[in-house]
């Protein structure tokens, strides 16, 4: 684990939501906040995003500030566009910059595959390779409809395999031998294969589990509350 890890920065989004409640609310007491990290820094798995979620939920808690949903939403969506998903959780649809959530009929998917090479693809890069097109992708309409993953797909995808040549080939890998259907997650590096079984799923982390690659099979969760 690297020094970056730890939440010694004031960069650290932890960091900032804390002390912005601390502010906000007047509190007097202050926090110890210990963060295990149990996925690769700059993924495209939203960890960050969901560190700030829980710290709101976990201070309204502690400092008994007893938060409504609309004050926690108001705060998460002052750090980033993916924190006010980490509030709700389960299936949800994202509308503005994904600050905008609205829960949608739960999607259930088994033998996910998380494969990561093990560098960082900034955000901001992510998103400056993006070829912006006028015609509009309605596919997310269909897989809502269908809960078929094959209308899975991530704007961001084509910029970023371009740029890191290795993000493709593990798409193609993955598609080659067995997946059903294979995207980009987030801004990357993380790539998604949807398998049809545990024996493919298992297959394929066996051969990145031997690259070196750090990988993770998982499913989709309902929303706990």
Not at 110 to 117: A, E, F, G, S
Not at 153 to 159: A, D, F, I, S, T
């Amino acid at each position: 684990m690297s020094a970056k890890d730890f939440v010694n920065a004031k960069e650290n989004l932890i960091y900032k939501v804390a002390l912005f409640i601390k502010e906000k609310y007047e509190v007097t007491d202050g926090v110890n906040i210990v963060l295990e990290k149990n996925i690769p820094i700059s993924a495209g798995l939203g960890g960050g995003s969901s560190n700030a979620a829980q710290t709101i939920l976990a201070l309204s808690d502690l400092w008994d500030l007893n938060l409504t949903e609309i004050e926690m939403h108001q705060i998460a969506k002052n750090f980033g566009s993916d924190i006010n998903f980490f509030l709700k959780g389960g299936c949800v649809l994202g509308e503005g910059r994904g600050q905008i959530i609205k829960s949608i009929d739960y999607i259930e998917i088994d033998n996910i595959l998380l494969v990561n090479p093990g560098f960082e693809i900034p955000s901001k890069e992510a998103y400056e390779a993006v070829n912006i097109s006028k015609k509009e992708n309605t596919d997310w309409e269909k897989l809502m409809h269908f809960k078929d993953t094959s209308y899975c797909y991530n704007k961001l995808e084509e910029g970023v395999c371009k740029k890191y040549p290795v993000i493709k080939q593990i798409i193609e890998y993955l598609q080659n031998n067995g997946a059903n259907k294979v995207i980009l997650s987030g801004s990357g590096a993380t790539v998604i294969g949807f398998c049809p079984d545990r024996k493919t799923a298992e297959k394929l982390s066996k051969y990145y589990s031997k690259k070196g690659y750090w990988n993770y099979i998982t499913k989709t969760k309902r929303r706990a509350r």
